[in-house]
């Protein structure tokens, strides 16, 4: 029996050939495609940590050492923490604590009878307020001629000054430094003050800080 062998076709076997080098460019894109997108959620996660690590170590910087040779749990990290300092009060608002009562009685001339009724109105306020036992404070504040109630060398009041220093403390004195600056300037010498009284950077400010913080004021 004779086989016959039909004749080869040569654009039949190329065909065969190209149909699997074309599906393999045709599918080429697709799994690059599904790669990369495997690999996006992996790189997330590694950026992730590079990010947190300057936090964490700004964490450790702030944290104090831990005595790690206890056994765990007992021991614990301790985090440092800064505590707020407590705020300044002014010498005018200290001079206001505790006290029910409190008046400013201003002097700013030279007047002996001023003077003295400035005093008389402390002596009065005290009594008052002593039969109701209730506290009060008493500032009598000078500048400007005033001044001379308070100097050692002019004061027509020294006396009772001193004497009230030491029968009623709740009364105190202060002297403007300003006022005794130019005083030294015109007379061309030192402007002596009474040992009961405190010098202030300024004489009306004093009277303002003190009204501010919820001072009575007198002028008499």
């Known amino acids: 029996m ?6 080869r076709n040569r654009f039949t076997e190329g065909v065969c050939v190209m149909r699997p ?14 790669l990369l997108f495997a690999l996006q959620p992996a790189s997330a996660k590694e950026g992730g940590r590079q990010g947190a690590a300057p936090a964490a170590a700004q964490d450790e910087s702030i944290a104090a050492p831990a005595d790690i040779s206890a056994p765990w749990p007992s021991w614990r990290p301790v985090v440092a923490v800064n505590k707020p300092k407590p ?5 005018a608002a200290r001079a206001t604590a505790a006290v029910d009562h409190r008046l400013i009685l201003q002097v700013n001339s030279n007047d002996a009878a001023a003077m003295n009724l400035a005093l008389n109105n402390a002596t009065n306020v005290i009594d008052y307020y002593k039969s109701k036992g209730e506290k009060v404070k008493i500032e009598v504040v000078t500048f400007g001629p005033g ?7 002019t004061s027509p009041v020294k ?6 220093a030491i029968g009623t403390p709740e009364v105190t004195f202060k002297a403007c430094g300003n006022t005794r600056e130019k005083m030294r300037k015109a007379e061309d010498k030192e402007i002596p003050i009474l040992s009961e009284a405190r010098i202030v950077d300024s ?15 007198v002028k008499p």
């Open 2 to 7: 004779t086989v016959i062998t039909p004749p």
């Open 159 to 164: 006396n009772r000054i001193e004497a009230m």
């Open 203 to 217: 004489g009306v400010v004093r009277v303002m800080e003190l009204q501010e913080n919820g001072w009575s004021y």
């Open 21 to 34: 080098i074309q599906f393999l460019a045709r599918s080429a894109p697709i799994a690059l495609a599904v």
């Open 87 to 91: 705020l300044q009060r002014s010498e």
């Open 147 to 153: 001044l001379h109630m308070l100097r050692s060398d």
